[in-house]
């Protein structure tokens, strides 16, 4: 059996994004299923989870200040926030994908800049989800294994990002600004976070192995085995 795995979305747009999502996930070997606020996500029922793109996260989560170009979704917040902490009690890997990497960061107790590129004024500022902005992956992390060292081109539909890493995470990418577009998990359970949109970019074996390491990490869950060991024996030999 292809692991399952869940997917949040927006209930507004989501019937436009997991499809793609899914594929990505059949493409890696695995299959999703669909889960937004308001209806029924067990994360017992699933082998891992992906925390979707979307709206800003309310600064009530973390402490900070409401900005008033911020579109929120409390509902949201709450369920994916609940999903990230079960994941994490229940051993269940977890990719989060813009919004979601930032959910993962503030659900292990980080912190967000609400406004971003304010703060870090060199770094490219694009709206777009054409491969222009340009990520530089940290060596030696789990990301690199996968996806490499080189300069990556990626999209970028975010005003927030992460500043304060939650408990277990570390760095994995920042722009060429010095802003973090990556954090990943240093101890089990695997989970990644990026502040780009992969499923947009499925031409790009690169974009591909991050799929393929959450499927990698969610068949180990499955069998109840070691999942960053099954993760780093599937990493390619990226450049």
């Not at 299923?33 to 800003?56: L, M, Q, T």
């Not at 200040?65 to 269940?92: F, Y």
């Not at 004024?121 to 294994?145: C, D, G, M, N, Y």
Request: proline share 5%; glycine share 10%.
């Amino acid at each position: 059996m292809k692991p399952l795995i869940g997917v949040t979305t927006s209930a507004r747009s989501g019937w436009r994004i997991f499809p793609l999502v899914a594929f990505n996930l059949w493409l890696a070997g695995g299959r999703g299923v669909r889960w937004v606020a308001g209806r029924p996500s067990d994360v017992a029922e699933v082998d891992g989870i992906i925390i979707g793109g979307g709206d800003d996260i309310s600064p009530d989560l973390y402490g900070g200040q409401l900005i008033t170009s911020s579109t929120l979704d409390d509902e949201r917040d709450a369920m994916e926030r609940r999903l990230v902490e079960e994941a994490m009690a229940q051993g269940k890997p977890v990719l989060g994908i813009c919004r979601g990497s930032q959910m993962l960061n503030v659900a292990l107790g980080g912190r967000l800049d609400q406004d971003a590129y304010g703060t870090y004024a060199t770094s490219e500022r694009f709206w777009t989800i054409l491969p222009r902005k340009t990520v530089e992956i940290v060596p030696q992390t789990r990301l690199a294994a996968h996806a490499g060292t080189v300069p990556m081109k990626v999209n970028a539909l975010h005003s927030q990002a992460v500043t304060t890493l939650g408990q277990g995470l570390r760095v994995a990418a920042r722009d060429t600004g010095g802003m973090i577009q990556a954090v990943e998990r240093t101890e089990e359970p695997f989970a990644l976070g990026v502040q780009w949109h992969p499923e947009h970019l499925f031409y790009a074996h690169r974009q591909r192995a991050i799929f393929r390491a959450l499927v990698s990490a969610a068949r180990a869950a499955s069998r109840k085995e070691a999942q960053l060991p099954q993760v780093d024996t599937g990493a390619p030999q990226a450049p």
